[in-house]
């Protein structure tokens, strides 16, 4: 009961302050209301997780933004663009993200990368992207300093969100001029992926030069030379050295290559107090790896946790989110390798990114896609969760590759069961089309703020997207709740979700007429109730089991007005 008390205290103070808001901006200005449920009703199966690359979002420091000589010519959105650590920072202080209702931040690798450039076939490209690592100890200076990743995860729990950091177990960066190849007890180099069964997929190199850590070896293996001679002119060996021995008395483990970047990893942890890991190249790596590794996550989760009281924002785990190329919910728990069915859910991952929602959007109605996700994460994945996106940095694919469908885009993806994944620019319909590139970097461009900031359809794109996010973050039943529909011409669902002492009820309507509505709420909301649309702003009371909301727009989001 005190949950609700205190909600409804707050609820109250800002109605009160707010009375004079635009009805348009009467979400995006009650940054306090979306704090206090981002902190007590979150729940990581209706997450709204913001995924950045971390050098294309925002550059707060342009003194970092060229290192080890990385100046060579480039293939066109193949370097390093100056985004930062500095300036995702900027935007969590000045209310980016809580406007957009994220409740959690995912960024690619910042761990220290490879210092030379390499061509795969789409022109010389650097290690701007994060997963082609160099040296797992080291914050690499392009994206900041350890001071910075500290100061980002203190800002983003200050403001409700959490802070995902990107695991890369299964290689190293390719080997350059600059960057020597890992000893041949630690990787492999000569045997390519065919990905015609798991043997295939797993015990081999994903793609030409980029080394395959042998994460199935239990023997033990000394560090890399070029790790030992690194450490030593930057003077911190002999601190390396003692706390390796720490993990490895501690844990009993083997000193072999994959307990090591476990190490490494989980230090990020213990040291700063992350809130989860999405997880690379899942499928590529034993399935036993993952539940290793998710042993020691837990234990260094629970060591901050201990050591820091006041930093704790819930009682939720350590979040891990796996990327298995190509799986999608319809599989439940398993992915098909062709010869061998894989559960990485099984003491391992909360939840899966899904590569099937982009199809399924595209191809039901809004009842039938909701209803799907609901009987799956109600039944096969109960108890686990997925994680649905239309946009993303690897997905040559997209739901809406030509910027088209901004407004479906927002609709479908915030407002589906299951955790939500909104990719930098979905937001703002960065262009996913850029002349002169190859490959996925057409899909990595720069953040289009300029656009943001002076382009009339880009800040009402913004605004229906700031809308839903904060209806989302306030509301887990909208992404972990049971979904009913109430009529289906015109279109009202309601969601449902209970945990313990607390209840979470709204009612969504979309594509109705625009103008007035009687809207049917008896099976959620009681006679004499005082509703909120959280859409137009509109308030109205309940009467004869239906309320009326008279508003310009075509979408209702009805929650209760404490």
Known sequence: MKHFTYILVISLMLLNCNDTVKKNSDIAS???????????????????????LTDRFNNGDTTNDVNFNRDSETGKLRGFEGGDL??????????????LGINAIWMTPIVEQIHGATNEGTGNTYAYHGYWTKDWT??????????????????AHKNGIRILLDAVINHTGPVTDKDPVWPKEWVRNDIACKYEDYNSTVTCTLVQNLPDIRTESNEDVELPPQLVEKWKAEGRYDQEVAELDAFFERTGHPRAPRFYIMKWLTDYITKYGIDGYRVDTVKHTEEYVWQEFKVECDYAFAEFKKNNPDKVLDDNDFYMVGEVYNYG??????????????????????????????????RMTYEVLYKKYHNILTTDLKDFGTLNYLTSHDDGQPFDAERNKAFETATKLLLSPGASQMYYGDESARS????????????????NWDEIQNDEKTAEILTHWQKLGQFRAKHPALGAGIHQMITQQPYYFYRSYTKGDYQDLVVVGIDVHKGGKLIDVSKVFQDGDQLHDAYSGERATVKNGSVSIDSEFDIVLLEKDF
């Open 432 to 447: 996913l089309i850029i002349e002169g590139t190859e490959g996925d970097a057409t899909l990595r461009s720069f953040m």
């Open 30 to 52: 009650q940054n306090e209301v979306n704090q206090i449920s981002q902190s007590q009703a979150f729940v990581w199966e209706g997450a709204n997780i913001y995924f950045l």
């Open 329 to 362: 919910v319809s599989g439940g728990q398993f992915f098909d390798f062709g010869d061998r069915k894989v559960n990485y859910f099984e003491d391992a991952f909360q939840s899966l990114i899904n590569f099937e929602f982009k199809w399924d959007a595209q």
């Open 138 to 155: 080291a914050i690499d200076p392009n994206f900041g300093t350890v001071e910075d990743l500290k100061e980002l995860v203190d800002a």
């Open 86 to 99: 500095r300036g995702i920072i900027q935007k969590i202080e000045e209310g980016y993200f809580n406007k």
